[in-house]
Nanobody, 122 residues
Framework: QVQLVESGGDSVQPGGSLKLSCQIS????????MGWFRQAVGKEREGIAL????????WEASSVKGRFTVSIDSAANTLYLQMNNLKLEDTAMYYC???????????????WGRGTQVTVSS
């Protein structure tokens, strides 16, 4: 079993920055990919950033590419999402995920955190 606990969500103005963290614990031997999904009110969950467990493969969705960066500190068992130049449309609940393969489908990730809220408003 893998446990994921997110932190770092907050309310910020457009153009601001936030850094989300996800503490990973438990049996992680079967995990090959970790990342972040988000879900805005009334919308489906969207995969926005993924990284392989050793950090060699990284992917960001076109909607956040160039603004968001996913990274992993394997020694600290922590996943990060650095978010810069935040926009109103980035408002959502952000979830940390872990799974066995690369995918942008939420159903392919067996482990989810409870989420951390990011609100961008002026």
């Amino acid at each position: 079993q893998v446990q994921l606990v997110e932190s770092g969500g907050d309310s910020v103005q457009p153009g601001g920055s936030l850094k989300l963290s996800c503490q990973i614990s438990g049996f992680t031997g079967s995990i090959s990919y970790m990342g972040w999904f988000r879900q805005a009110v009334g919308k489906e969950r969207e995969g926005i950033a993924l990284i392989s467990s050793l950090g060699g493969h990284r992917w960001e969705a076109s909607s956040v590419k160039g603004r968001f960066t996913v990274s992993i500190d394997s020694a600290a068992n922590t996943l990060y999402l650095q978010m810069n130049n935040l926009k109103l449309e980035d408002t959502a609940m952000y979830y940390c995920v872990a799974g066995r393969s690369f995918s942008v489908r939420p159903e392919d990730f067996g482990f989810w955190g409870r989420g951390t809220q990011v609100t961008v408003s002026s």
